[in-house]
Nanobody, 120 residues
Framework: QVHLVESGGGLVQPGGSLRLSCAAS????????MGWYRQAPGKQRELVAT???????NYADSVKGRFTISRDNGKNTVYLQMNSLKPEDTAVYYC??????????????WGQGTQVTVSS
């Protein structure tokens, strides 16, 4: 089995910062792309940022220049540094990883989600 566990969410004032982490564990052979998505109440889940195993990144226009995605391949962990947070960033944030497990099965795994609330 493979598990993704997120941490780092919480309540922050507008203009503040948070750092999310997502660690993958279990029967992992390799991990390719990793990413962060978010879902606000009443809205569809949307892509925030992705990063390949080689470090190539992609960001939603709404977070460019404010959020930074990074990863530690040795720790099977992806991070999301969020700066200059706005109330519209409020959402449940989910990580996703494309993982080949030790049986050779390649599929996407999701974390359980972590709440980020930006409010004064």
């Amino acid at each position: 089995q493979v598990h993704l566990v997120e941490s780092g969410g919480g309540l922050v004032q507008p203009g503040g910062s948070l750092r999310l982490s997502c660690a993958a564990s279990g029967s992992i052979f390799s991990i390719s792309a990793m990413g962060w998505y978010r879902q606000a109440p009443g809205k569809q889940r949307e892509l925030v940022a992705t990063i390949t195993s080689g470090g190539t990144t992609n960001y939603a226009d709404s977070v460019k220049g404010r959020f930074t995605i990074s990863r530690d391949n040795g720790k099977n962990t992806v991070y999301l540094q969020m700066n200059s947070l706005k109330p519209e960033d409020t959402a449940v944030y989910y990580c996703k990883a494309m993982i080949v497990d030790t049986t050779g099965w390649n599929r996407g795994y999701w974390g359980q989600g972590t709440q980020v609330t930006v409010s004064s």
